[in-house]
C-alpha cells in the first residue's frame, strides 16, 4: 500500500525500493512495467535473477501493439539470449508469484 501511495505521488524511485526491501521483488518489477520502466524492470530482474522472462515478455507484447522495434541496447541482448518466450511458461510464475504473495499475505489487489 506505502508504494502504491508512493508511485502515486509520483516517487517511483522510493516506492521500487519500499518494495524491493520488503521483499515483493515480483511487484517492483510489475510497477515498473506499468510504468513502462522497461530498463529498470530489467534492472531489478537481472540483480534478483528472476523474472527476466516476464520482462521481456511484456516488453515484447508492448512492442508488438505499439508496432515499435526493440530500442533498448539490454533488452535486445536478453532477447537474444533467451529466444522466444514461452506464455505459459511467464504465466505459471507470475500464478505463482501471486500465491506466494496471498500466502505472505500480500494481496491487496491492483498489482
Known amino acids: ?38 530498463e529498470q524492470a530489467y534492472d531489478i530482474a ?22 515499435a522495434a526493440e530500442t533498448l541496447p539490454k533488452l535486445q541482448k536478453l532477447a537474444a539470449e533467451l529466444g522466444q518466450v514461452d506464455e505459459a511458461v511467464v504465466k505459471q510464475k507470475v500464478e505463482a508469484e501471486k500465491e506466494r504473495e496471498r500466502a505472505r499475505g500480500g494481496q491487496q489487489g491492483g498489482a
Open 1 to 38: 500500500r506505502e508504494a502504491e501511495l508512493l508511485l502515486f505521488r509520483r516517487k517511483r524511485a522510493e516506492a521500487v525500493s519500499v518494495l524491493v526491501q520488503g521483499g515483493w521483488v515480483y511487484r517492483a518489477i510489475k510497477m515498473c512495467i506499468r510504468c513502462f520502466a522497461w
Open 46 to 67: 537481472r540483480t534478483h535473477s528472476t523474472h527476466l522472462d516476464t520482462v521481456l515478455y511484456h516488453r515484447q507484447r508492448h512492442l508488438a501493439a505499439t508496432g
